[in-house]
């Protein structure tokens, strides 16, 4: 049978107000896999000497897209909007040097038929301005700007507008499957 590799799956996102009702919430969203996604995953496996690419940075990072543009294989970080890293908005960095247990950024486990790393609650918080409608999640390898790596994407089943006060969190998995 041939594995498949599912990156960047939502397990679970959700948009709270400020008074913490929840405003929607979605689970197990689907991603697409970018071209330099594939590159950078195969190269810090298999190629660690592949240019521009090799081994794993000791972070990656996960955004908040509110471009409106339909993915494709071909996207660069170039292609993702954001907002601005003011009002509360950072790409997380989620740590790749842990061991995978219980506590750090990535635990690995075998929930189902196959194994994946999967991500605590990453959570951003809107403050004093609204932010630009978020439609999309991404993973990448750098902290801001378009010199990093766009791994993959998932778009969001509803766009959000998020009000000052407004939180949105979101835990991902990462995985190998039959």
Same mark, same amino acid.
């Given at each position: 049978?041939?594995?498949?590799?599912?990156?960047?799956?939502?397990?679970e996102?959700?948009?709270l107000?400020k008074?913490?009702?929840?405003?929607w919430?979605?689970?197990?969203l689907?991603?697409?896999?970018h071209?330099?996604g594939?590159?950078?995953?195969?190269?810090?496996?298999?190629?660690?000497g592949?240019?521009g690419?090799g081994?794993?940075p @000791?972070?990656l990072?996960?955004?908040l897209?509110?471009s409106t *543009?339909?993915?494709?294989?071909?996207? =660069?970080? $170039?292609? +993702?909007?954001?907002?601005?890293?003011?009002n509360g908005?950072e790409r997380?960095?989620?740590?790749?040097?842990g061991?995978?247990?219980?506590g750090? @950024?990535?635990?690995?486990?075998q929930?189902t038929t196959f194994y *994946?790393?999967?991500?605590?609650?990453? =959570?951003? $918080?809107? +403050?004093?301005?609204?932010?630009?409608?978020v439609?999309?999640l991404?993973?990448?390898t750098a902290?801001s700007?378009?010199?990093?790596?766009l791994?993959c994407?998932?778009?969001l089943s509803?766009s959000r507008?998020?009000?000052?006060?407004?939180?949105?969190?979101a835990?991902?998995y990462?995985?190998?499957?039959e």
């Open positions: 049978m041939v594995k498949k590799i599912h990156v960047l799956h939502i397990r996102i959700s948009h107000n008074y913490g009702k929840i405003l919430k979605d689970k197990d689907k991603n697409i896999l071209d330099e594939e590159l950078y995953i195969l190269s810090a496996a298999f190629a660690t592949y240019s690419y081994v794993a @000791d972070n990072y996960l955004g897209d509110t *543009r339909t993915l494709g294989e071909a996207d =660069t970080l $170039s292609l +993702v909007g954001e907002n601005a890293q003011t908005y997380k960095a989620l740590s790749t040097q061991t995978g247990v219980s750090q @950024d990535f635990v690995l486990n929930p *994946r790393a999967e991500s605590k609650i990453w =959570t951003w $918080s809107c +403050v004093n301005d609204a932010w630009t409608t439609t999309k991404f993973l990448c902290p700007g378009t010199s990093g790596k791994i994407s998932v778009p509803s507008l998020l009000q000052p006060g407004d939180v949105i969190s835990a991902i990462i995985g190998l499957s």
